[in-house]
T-cell receptor
Framework: GAVVSQHPSRVICKSGTSVKIECRSL??????MFWYRQFPKQSLMLMAT?????????EQGVEKDKFLINHASLTLSTLTVTSAHPEDSSFYIC?????????FGSGTRLTVV | GENVEQHPSTLSVQEGDSAVIKCTYS??????FPWYKQELGKRPQLIID?????GEKKDQRIAVTLNKTAKHFSLHITETQPEDSAVYFC????????????FGSGTRLLVRP
C-alpha cells in the first residue's frame, strides 16, 4: 500500500532555532500534501495545503512566514518551523493524496525548550 | 469555513456493549467521510469510510451511517472489546478534488473489561 515516510519522529530544539520536518511518498506521487498540527488531547488541525510546484495555501490563523512549506517534487514535501518557541511544541503530521485516499506520515513530536 | 462537529468527547462502555459516535458537517459539497482510530503518539488509522452515494456501510463489528440531508454521519461499534479503547476521529472532505480533510474534535472511547 501507499507509504509516507516522515522524519524526524522526535526533535528537541532550542527556542529561536528552526526545525525542518520532511515527508516523502515512497511508492506513489503525492500531488497534494496536507500538514496538520495536533496538541495534546486535541484534534488534528489543518495548517496548510501544498501542491507540487506551487505555493502552499495556509488556513486562517496560521503564520505562513513561520511555517514554511516546500513541495518541490511529487515525492517530497517539507515543513520548516522557523524561530521556534515553546508554544510551537506539538505533534506535526503530514498527509498525502495521489494514490488512494489520504496517506498519513508517522508524525513528528516537536519539543521547543 | 468547513466545520465538523463530533460528540461525545468521551464515551465509556462495558465490554460487549455497543458504542455510537456522531458527527455533523457544514460543507454540503463534502462527499467522503472517513473514520480514524488514533493511539497515543501514532498516526490516525483508517477504520472505515463512506462516500455520499451510499447510506450505510458495514465491516464486521464496525458500521457507519450517513444522512446527507441532515449532514450527519455516525460510527457504530458493536460487541466492544478493551482493545477498541482509543481516540476516534470523524472527518469530511470533497475527496474527488484532492480536497482537504477536516477532522472532528475526537471521542475518547474507554471499554471497561
Amino acid at each position: 500500500g501507499a507509504v509516507v515516510s516522515q522524519h524526524p519522529s522526535r526533535v528537541i530544539c532550542k527556542s529561536g532555532t528552526s526545525v525542518k520536518i520532511e515527508c516523502r511518498s515512497l511508492d506513489f506521487q503525492a500531488t497534494t500534501m496536507f500538514w496538520y498540527r495536533q496538541f495534546p488531547k486535541q484534534s488534528l488541525m489543518l495548517m496548510a495545503t501544498s501542491n507540487e510546484g506551487s505555493k502552499a495555501t495556509y488556513e486562517q490563523g496560521v503564520e505562513k512566514d513561520k511555517f514554511l512549506i516546500n513541495h518541490a517534487s511529487l515525492t517530497l514535501s517539507t515543513l520548516t518551523v522557523t524561530s521556534a518557541h515553546p508554544e510551537d511544541s506539538s505533534f506535526y503530521i503530514c498527509s498525502a493524496t495521489g494514490f488512494d485516499g489520504y496517506t498519513f506520515g508517522s508524525g513528528t513530536r516537536l519539543t521547543v525548550v | 469555513g468547513e466545520n465538523v462537529e463530533q460528540h461525545p468527547s468521551t464515551l465509556s462502555v462495558q465490554e460487549g456493549d455497543s458504542a455510537v459516535i456522531k458527527c455533523t458537517y457544514s460543507d454540503s459539497a463534502s462527499n467522503y467521510f472517513p473514520w480514524y482510530k488514533q493511539e497515543l503518539g501514532k498516526r490516525p488509522q483508517l477504520i472505515i469510510d463512506i462516500r455520499s452515494n451510499v447510506g450505510e456501510k458495514k465491516d464486521q463489528r464496525i458500521a457507519v451511517t450517513l444522512n446527507k440531508t441532515a449532514k450527519h454521519f455516525s460510527l457504530h461499534i458493536t460487541e466492544t472489546q478493551p482493545e477498541d479503547s482509543a481516540v476516534y476521529f470523524c472527518a469530511a472532505s470533497r475527496r474527488d478534488s484532492s480536497y482537504k480533510l477536516i477532522f472532528g474534535s475526537g471521542t475518547r472511547l474507554l471499554v471497561r473489561p
